[in-house]
Every structure is written in C-alpha cells, then in structure tokens.
C-alpha cells in the first residue's frame, strides 16, 4: 500500500477493511455499515464513493460542494420509501428525437434493437436519448447521454426519476424467468442485443425496490453481470442476501473488459452459456 500516495490518508479518515490494487475497501461513516464494508476509496485520486448510501467525495476534506453532496447521498439511501412524482409521457413524445448512427457504428448494436429500444438522438442538448418505461411499457421520459467527452454530468435523469425505483428493461421479458442483471442501461440494450435477457439496476446495486420488482415479474433465477471492477464484484456478493428467495447464478468473466457493453455479442452469450443458460430467439 506504500506505493499509493494517499494509502496512509485514507487509513486516517477511514476504517480500511482491505484493498485491491489502487482501490481500498472502507466503513462508511455516512451509514450503518456494520457488515460488508460498501466504502471504495481510490488510493491514487482519493476519491470515495459508497455503493449503498451513495456518499461521494474526495479525500483531504470537503468542500461546501461535496458536503452537499453527501447530504444529498443520506437522502438517496432512503429513496425505496420516499414517493416518485415523475411526468408520464406519451409514445408521440419521442417523435421529437432523430437516429444517429452512433448506436450503430460506435456501439455496435443492430438496426432492430436500435428500434426497440427507441434509440436517439436530441439535436437540442446534442445528446443521445435512451427511453425510460415502466414495468408495464408505459414511457417516462429519457436518459440524456453525452455524446462528448467534454459535457458534464455524462448521464441526465428525466426530472423526479428514482433509479431505486425501477429496472431497465422489465417492459421487454416475455415469460422469462432467468435474467443477466447489469449496471447501466446501455448494458441492458446489448445484452438483449445479444439474445441474452437482461435487467439493468442503473448501478452497482440492487435495491430492496427492485428486489420487489424481480418478484413481481416472477424471475427465480439472477445471474449477475456486474462491470468487472471491485464495485461491481461487491454488488454481484450482496445480491443473494438481498433476494435469499431466488437462485443466484454466478457466471464468469473470461474477458479484459470494463463492462458487459465492452464485450462482443458472441462473449455475452458465451457468458450466459456459461452460467447454464440458452441465449433467447431472434
């Protein structure tokens, strides 16, 4: 740990439980976090995030911007009781949004995902759009994404949408009772692009909402498929004790890459193979 620059700072704010390369694994302070330690903490950048309230800053003291941010993250770690007042829209909303070849060249995905999923792009904030539904279909609005490297925040949420609140991709599953559970949507839209079926959590965690969620939509089988770092490896740990119900099927990553969206279509197959699973029809 001598060899990270910030490794004896860390140990000095924080309870360190172990690290793995640059990233320590810590206690948060912002909650109870008596069991599995869910603080990561960057030994190089100093940066600190909690994978269950949400806390976020930056080692060496905060400032009036990241306190608020860490009190904004105390009310996020009790979104799943709090209500969800978000603008319904209709399917002619969408009509506002154009194709942009990025879905096709840059991500690879096929001309008829791109169409069910509503790919686009918004010419007025020069972002791409990912619609947003319901369990049942009904269309809340759309994720904003970058198309930069500049533009920041990388990611917009439609006003009053609670992540914790839902999953990505429940209006597609047809019956199946076996899902690829992922981070981020665009994880989602390739795997189904890849006749696999999965769930996005819109992030590194389940949440006891969603878990309700997965029980509603009767699935008796989640096979993690989590980025392949530390916080995607913790949160793929902590999903058996959230759904104790339902089998978890722990595939395998034969692959350097970030994040099941990095892989070629035949590697996420190879995956769900890989967990026992048959990739669904065309």
């Not at 009036?64 to 770690?77: H, I």
């Not at 918004?122 to 791409?128: G, K």
């Not at 609005?141 to 970058?146: E, K, N, S, T, Y």
């Not at 696999?196 to 509603?216: D, F, I, K, N, S």
Request: proline content about 6%; glycine content about 8%; hydrophobic content about 40%.
């Amino acid at each position: 740990m001598n060899d990270l620059p910030l490794a004896d700072a860390i140990e000095r704010q924080f309870e360190v439980h172990h690290n793995e390369g640059p990233e320590f694994l810590c206690r948060c302070k912002w909650h109870d976090d008596h069991g599995r330690p869910n603080l990561s903490v960057n030994g190089r950048t100093g940066l600190y995030r909690c994978f269950v309230c949400d806390a976020r800053g930056k080692i060496g003291g905060l400032s009036e911007d990241e306190e608020l941010q860490v009190l904004k993250a105390k009310l996020r770690a009790i979104e799943d009781v709090q209500t969800e007042f978000i603008e319904v829209r209709s399917e002619a909303w969408l009509k506002q949004f154009s194709r942009h070849p990025y879905w096709h060249t840059a991500r690879g995905f096929s001309r008829p995902t791109i169409e069910r999923f509503d790919l686009g792009y918004d010419p007025n904030s020069n972002r791409l759009t990912i619609p947003v539904r319901t369990i049942d279909g009904t269309l809340m609005g759309a994720i904003l994404r970058a198309l930069d490297t500049e533009s920041k925040p990388k990611y917009l949420n439609p006003k009053g949408f609670r992540s914790g609140h839902h999953l990505f991709g429940a209006h597609l599953l047809n019956g199946q009772e076996r899902i690829a559970l992922v981070e981020g949507p665009l994880d989602a839209v390739a795997c189904w692009d890849a006749r696999v079926p999965a769930l996005a959590t819109y992030g590194a965690r389940l949440t006891e909402g969603q878990a309700h969620m997965l029980r509603m939509l009767n699935i008796s089988v989640v096979v993690p498929f989590f980025d392949n770092d530390l916080a995607g490896r913790m949160a793929s740990d902590s999903i058996k004790a959230i759904v104790p119900d339902m089998i978890v099927h722990r595939g395998e990553w034969l692959w350097e890459a970030k994040d099941p969206g990095e892989l070629r279509p035949d590697q996420r197959r190879a995956f769900w193979r890989e967990a026992g699973f048959t990739p669904i029809p065309n």
